[in-house]
């Protein structure tokens, strides 16, 4: 069985810092890519960061680059989202989100509250 499960979201206050973590099982997390999405009230979907199977490539979007940071553990099936410096409109569920040959696979998401 496919699972995703995402933790670590909360409420922060502006400029506060927060860990998302994602936990996968019950499939080759090694030969997945990953990436952490986020959609916030009444916004589509936007992918957030991206990490390669080994972690050797990272991409960001502007909106977030030099704030955030992905990682991942492939010996403990983890991906990992190091938010800095968050704003209020980054207020959100953030999904983390696999993504094989043929196959991709979301977690349930987790809500990130940026308010003072």
């Known amino acids: 069985q496919v699972q995703l499960v995402e933790s670590g979201g909360g409420l922060v206050q502006p400029g506060g810092s927060l860990r998302l973590s994602c936990a996968a099982s019950?499939?080759?997390?090694?030969?997945?890519?990953m990436s952490w999405y986020r959609q916030a009230p009444g916004k589509e979907r936007e992918v957030v960061a991206q990490?390669?199977?080994?972690?050797?490539?990272?991409n960001y979007a502007d909106s977030v680059r030099d704030r955030f940071t992905i990682s991942r553990d492939n010996a403990k099936n983890m991906v990992f989202l190091q938010m800095n410096s968050l704003k209020p409109e980054e207020t959100a569920v953030y999904y983390c989100?696999?993504?094989?040959?043929?196959?991709?696979?979301w977690g349930q998401g987790n809500l990130v509250t940026v308010s003072s």
């Open positions: 990490i390669s199977t080994t972690g050797e490539i990272t």
């Open positions: 019950g499939f080759a997390f090694s030969n997945y890519s």
């Open positions: 989100k696999a993504r094989g040959k043929n196959h991709e696979h």
